[in-house]
């Protein structure tokens, strides 16, 4: 019988995971199909139901619902537990609902696998947004020995919060991001800002270190206006993309214990459906 997996999360025109996951499938010859599935934070608990019934094998879980879905889990393992974050979700032999994090790893292969611990010891980062996969961001430059975490949420309580979970996190106000950027090595979006053709930073972004990096967790499109901003600054940039494709393979990896590998294929196939 076909397994059945799906994307949950709110909005989902965006998401290139279907592809990605029916890519694999189909490439492994495994019996399986992906697919979105929208939904509102009150069919949370009804999702889980059917994993648990074997109607769904397993999911993936994107904005809003990443520390939403916890509630309904009966365990977290490894960097989920860690990040307070899911977006993997299965069941495993004993019939136990288990959460898991590929972000973390998303994060760490996509663009700190080049870097060693030493390289990065005594660089900054500055993470904007405190939601989402925020968590797992600062959890991958916390594995990854970035010294000094610092975080700006456009509500402040927010990153409040999250420093409960991340002692080590340095929360700075929206307004000081223009002032505190010029310092930075690692500069990470972490918001939905850029998800839209109009969506802007009204940040001045003047004076920052030639060495920067700039990583936007966005991936479609894959120039975000703030990419296209800092590309003319000659700053090097990032899109989500490495992570997407990263965080997938080790959630295809869970689900089925096959290592999918990333091909030209693969990667022509998903820039073809970025707008």
Known sequence: MKKEYKIIGKPLAHSLSPTLHNYWFKK???????????IEEND????????????????????????KIIPFLDKMINEAK???SVNTVYLNKNNEIIGE????YGVQAGYLKETTNNELKNKKALILGAGGVAPSVILSLSKSNVSEIFIANRTYEKAIFLKKKFPYLKIIKWEEVDELVKDIDIFVNATSLGLQDNDVFNFNLKNLK????????IYNPTQTNMIKKLKKQGIKTFNGLNMFVYQGQKSFYLWNKINPTIDEELLDLLIKKIR
């Open 82 to 84: 860690e990040a307070n």
């Open 28 to 38: 492994y010859k495994v019996n399986s199909h992906y697919d979105f599935l929208e």
């Open 210 to 217: 030639s060495s920067l990096i700039y990583i936007d967790t």
């Open 101 to 104: 994090n590929t972000d973390v």
């Open 44 to 67: 949370l608990e009804k999702i889980i139901k059917k994993i648990r019934e074997k109607k769904i094998a397993g999911i993936n879980i994107t904005l809003p619902y990443k520390q």
